[in-house]
């Protein structure tokens, strides 16, 4: 009865390991994609290390290679792999949970510098050359988007309104400017959402305990079988 059940654990940690390494390709493609397509230096120049794609693209790094460490630790029997795939997962849920707590308290100390950046980003892009074709490729989605223009309004562009900012589009009848500036339209939808960024935390962390839970249950029967370094 024992060893199927453990039979089953090992099976689940396996097609389990295994979905999270197809999701960690997929995300690692889509960072990929993002970073070859969309190149966001121009919106925060200051965090352009830290933007979307990057974060993608690291993201699908830590979540393959731990995936893969937890499925093939699984399917060797291996106490290194179980106890390492262990380990990162503490890791990574103690860096989350730590993310999380510094969102919470320095909350307005990253709205300020969030903005700071935006308006770097904006004074960057209005010097650029006027007869460059990239010049508000990305302002020009962001405020399509999230139908918002300049940082806090309109006057953020001065004499330089991009045609983004209109709705309509500038040039036809009855366009007026967008009055809401981006940097409100993103805080909006960053409280919209704290609710289900803060389930989704949660859920991860759930299931980062229970992956923990199975590495070491198993880790502890091929302890007492005297497999440790079966390969």
Known sequence: MAQGCLKCLKLTMCAANFLCFMCGVAVL????????NFRMTELTPTMA???SANMLLVSGI?????????????????RCLLLTFFLLLFLLMLVELTAACLLLV????????????LVKGLQKAKEKPGNSTDVMSEWDLVQEKLNC??????????????????????????AHY??????????NLFEENFLTTGISVIVLCIVEVLGMCFA????????????????
């Not at 830590?62 to 291996?78: M, P």
């Open 62 to 78: 830590i979540i393959t290679c731990v995936s893969f460490l937890g499925f093939l630790g699984a399917l060797k029997e291996n």
């Open 29 to 36: 493609s889509f960072g990929v994609y993002m970073m070859v």
């Open 49 to 51: 290390s830290f933007n």
């Open 178 to 187: 967008k009055e809401k500036g981006c940097l409100v339209t993103l805080k």
């Open 106 to 117: 320095y909350e307005g100390a990253i709205a300020e510098l969030v903005k700071d950046d």
């Open 216 to 231: 070491m249950t198993l880790f502890c029967h091929i302890s007492r079988s005297g497999l440790g370094y079966k390969l």
């Open 149 to 174: 223009c300049g940082v806090t309004n309109v006057t953020d562009w001065g004499d330089k309104v991009p045609a983004s900012c209109c709705s309509p589009p500038c040039g036809t009848p009855h």
